[in-house]
């Protein structure tokens, strides 16, 4: 069975800085990757995902996640953070043709402040 | 926007009563999902279903138990609710690519 990694659990940093969380999964397989995102009572909605191609994927809000695969990494990115990215990130692996089961991440919790 | 629908959204019940979280999604998604979610955890599949009359239980023990009669509708009911039945139950469909729309959640506790 997959499992999936975040190592930062708490985050906190002031707008503008860069932003990178990490997100390392076990998997012998082909997989496909997402991030999550929870804003402050709301749903939790895609960031962004990688299912195969460019191992550098955009997602919405300028955040960015590159695959490496020898890594078993796909980190999360945004050059300058601001206040609104305040939220929980999670990082979710599915194996290829696994049917949509999503194996999650315990979660990363990121605080911007002003 | 999702259009995945949960009710109730906030549940507070005294141990032993029998309780039905309801889940809906107006997309004519095949996949559907739930998972649960302690405060600090990760989420943890607990059922799903890629049909109607087809359920299965996921990587997470659970007490509960889920039907799929129809396409749109996957409630998910406990029979006898314990203090441990306490979490965030968070319902979920896809269609045939491999993405994952989530509803808001219910907030379940049990005294």
């Known amino acids: 069975a997959q499992s999936v990694s975040q190592h930062n659990h708490h985050v906190i940093l002031s707008e503008a800085a860069s932003l990178e969380l990490g997100c390392n999964y076990s998997y012998g397989g082909t997989v496909n990757l997402f991030w999550y995102v929870q804003y402050p009572g709301q749903h939790l909605q895609l960031l962004l995902k990688y299912f195969s191609g460019d191992p550098l994927v955009k997602g919405i809000k300028g955040f960015e996640a590159e695959f490496i695969k020898s890594k078993f990494s796909f980190n999360l990115r945004k050059p300058s953070v601001q206040w609104s990215d305040t939220a929980e990130y999670f990082c979710a692996v599915t194996p290829t043709g696994g049917g949509n089961k999503l194996t999650f991440g315990t979660g990363t919790q990121l605080k911007v402040e002003l | 926007e999702a259009d995945i629908y949960q009710t109730p959204r906030y549940l507070v019940i005294g141990t032993g009563k029998k309780i039905t979280l309801e889940c809906s999604q107006t997309m004519g998604h095949d996949k559907m999902y739930w998972y649960q979610q302690d405060p600090g955890m990760e989420l943890h599949l607990i059922h799903y279903s890629y049909g109607v009359n087809s359920t299965e239980k996921g990587d997470l023990s659970s007490e509960s138990t889920v039907s799929r009669i129809r396409t749109e509708h996957f409630p998910l009911t406990l029979e006898s609710a314990r203090p441990s039945h306490t979490s965030q139950y968070l319902c979920?469909?896809?269609?045939?690519?491999?993405?994952?729309?989530f509803g808001p959640g219910t907030r379940l506790t049990v005294l």
């Open positions: 979920a469909s896809s269609d045939g690519l491999p993405m994952v729309n």
